[in-house]
């Protein structure tokens, strides 16, 4: 089946028009059984079970960014999708309907590539997850992100353009990414964990500058400094953790990243940015 129209039709389950989709959400709405195929000629898709104005109640309830009202969010099954904006794996445990031995455990790797954690945990679990739902309310520093299906989306599609590939390859990284295959050798023992975790700290310290610096910012330098051996990120994976910040940047973060972002590509980067920014202030 090929899709080659960028803007797909789609209708709700009452066969009323609805809206426009991607290819690379058509196919992840096929391939979940959450539509059919209405029409192959001009190619059409038909959503199951939910009418048009259902969906825009429930993509009212949880606009926002910060969940708060979980009860709305967790009232019926749904795709639950997850940034890790934390500098570090998150590891979570979702206890089973029997006991420890049905519990079921994922890791989230330390990138800020999405993912669909319904692939692995089911949603019964994850909706009783108070542990979940800590991580997701922690704002200092934040931890984890609940977004919407539309910005997992947006985000693959625009890595894609990027780099040149598709939506699936770069989901494909991303799932390798998560299951440790392509990646650097990252087998660190206790007491290098310890030191590399004091530099990191020290490090964090002579970083800070009078001027309000967001926190993500002097934590992605670090990560870049020399010291930090095998735990430290090259400039693809900075740029990339630095783009999805984008749009929460001042000016000054992006002056910082120009003087402390170690990586020639990186500085050049955030100039652009700032450039950008700084152009956009003065029209």
Known sequence: ??????????????????????????????????????????????LKGESGDNMVIRKQQSQGGIITNFTKYFSEPKEVYVQNMSATQISMTFPGFGGSASDVKYLLPRTKKPYNITQDVPFDLISRSTDFRKLVNRRNPPLLRLIEEDEFIEYYENIAERNGTSFDEEMQIAIDIKNNKGQKPN????????????????KREALEKPVEINPQIIGLCVRADRNQ????????????????????????????????????????????AFDELTTDEDE
Not at 247 to 272: C, N, Q
């Open 1 to 46: 089946m090929v899709m080659t129209d960028k803007n797909i039709p789609v209708l709700d389950a009452n066969n009323k028009f609805l809206s426009y989709t991607s290819p690379a959400k058509s196919r992840i709405l096929l391939k979940d059984g959450r539509a059919s195929i209405f029409s192959k000629d001009p190619f059409m898709l038909r």
């Open 187 to 202: 087998h660190v023992s206790e007491p290098l964990q310890r030191e590399l975790e004091q530099k990191l700290e020290d």
């Open 229 to 272: 051996g095998p735990l430290r990120i090259d400039a693809a994976e900075f740029i990339e953790e630095l783009e999805s910040l984008l749009p929460a940047l001042s000016i000054d973060d992006l002056e910082f990243v120009m003087t402390k972002g170690v990586y020639k590509k990186v500085k050049k980067f955030a100039s652009d």
